[in-house]
């Protein structure tokens, strides 16, 4: 099984900061990465799949890079809206694995 | 506009069984395959189970494996997961999921929690 992990555990940041988050697979998963997010209470939601295609409707200052094991999903300048929990997901092969989440909060 | 509705969660005990069910509208349910997710109180996600459209394909996480069945009926615009031994660990919210290809989750529903204890 694949096991994804993420950096960091958790982000305290600031509104109009750019923030980076890591994700990396245990062993190569081409570009079959997509990227969630899950605000308290709700269902998550995709932002980001192919490892650096934007879900639709999704704003463009959330971007992702990488290929192979090594992943990252960069919010541009924060809005208040993005302070939420971020998951990366592999789908390269069964069973699909998802990080264990990384909670950006506000400073 | 994409709707999936998770229902049949509740309290049950340890070995007992639930089923749930997920009503889809707004799309052609028999096109798209569909998943289940489930994330423990105050934990990540974690895939549970996909099937085709047309149930060719299913699979299962090693922690389900022979105690939960996923299936689908197409007429009904309904997906399911039959689970049965459940565990104090198998407490969750279970969210259905539509697929977008290769088990990218692109609409989820609500979510139903199940609670497994004595």
């Known amino acids: 099984a694949i096991r994804m992990t993420q950096s960091p555990s958790s982000l305290s940041a600031s509104t109009g900061d750019r923030v980076t988050i890591t994700c990396r697979a245990s062993q190569g998963i081409s570009s079959y990465l997509a990227w969630y997010q899950q605000k308290p209470g709700k269902a998550p939601k995709l932002l980001i799949y192919?490892?650096?295609t934007l879900q639709s409707g999704v704003p463009s200052r959330f971007s992702g890079s990488g290929s192979g094991t090594d992943f990252t999903l960069t919010i541009s300048c924060l809005q208040s809206e993005d302070f939420a929990t971020y998951y990366c997901?592999?789908?390269?092969?069964?069973?699909?694995?998802f990080g264990q989440g990384t909670k950006l909060e506000i400073k | 506009e994409v709707q999936l509705v998770e229902s049949g969660g509740g309290l049950v005990k340890p070995g007992g069984s639930l089923r749930l069910s997920c009503a889809a509208s707004?799309?052609?349910?028999?096109?798209?395959?569909m998943n289940w997710v489930r994330q423990a109180p105050g934990k990540g996600l974690e895939w549970v189970s996909s099937?085709?459209?047309?149930?060719?394909?299913?699979y299962y996480a090693d922690s389900v494996k022979g105690r939960f069945t996923i299936s689908r009926d197409n007429a009904k615009n309904s997906l399911y997961l039959q689970m049965n031994s459940l565990r104090a660990e198998d407490t969750a919210v279970y969210y259905c999921a539509r697929d977008r290809g290769l088990t990218i989750f692109e609409d989820w529903g609500q979510g139903t929690l199940v609670t497994v204890s004595s």
């Open positions: 192919a490892a650096s």
């Open positions: 997901q592999q789908y390269y092969s069964y069973p699909r694995s």
């Open positions: 099937i085709s459209s047309s149930s060719s394909y299913i």
């Open positions: 707004g799309f052609t349910f028999s096109s798209y395959s």
